[in-house]
């Protein structure tokens, strides 16, 4: 089993910054793929970024200049600096991580409790 810990929602002015982070643990767990999703009251959960093991990363076009992911393999963890905060950027934000366990070939996804932000004048 894998456990997610994220941190560093809160409330916000528009025009603001919030840096999300998300630890991941768990024995025998090889990670590889980690993002970011985010759900608004009201609405479907929504992908906003992934890095993918191989380093790549994509960001909806909603977040593109203003947001930035990126993670630390040796801590297991994963960030979201959220720079340029609007008010529709309100939502719980969720980070997913797929990994491995051992040398199996069944990819395994875990998601974090979520984290509010808040982006209010």
């Known amino acids: 089993q894998v456990h997610l810990v994220e941190s560093g929602g809160g409330l916000v002015q528009p025009g603001g910054s919030l840096r999300l982070s998300c630890a991941a643990s768990?024995?025998?767990?090889?990670?590889?793929?980690m993002a970011w999703y985010r759900q608004a009251p009201g609405k479907q959960r929504e992908s906003v970024a992934t890095f993918t093991s191989g380093g790549s990363t994509n960001y909806a076009d909603f977040v593109k200049g203003r947001f930035t992911i990126s993670r630390d393999n040796a801590k297991g963890t994963v960030y979201l600096q959220m720079n340029s905060l609007k008010p529709e950027d309100t939502a719980v934000y969720y980070c997913?991580?797929?990994?491995?366990?051992?040398?199996?070939?069944?990819?395994?996804?875990?998601w974090g409790q979520g984290t509010q932000v808040t982006v209010s004048s």
């Open positions: 997913n991580v797929a990994g491995f366990y051992g040398n199996g070939r069944t990819k395994y996804t875990y």
């Open positions: 768990g024995s025998s767990f090889t990670i590889s793929d």
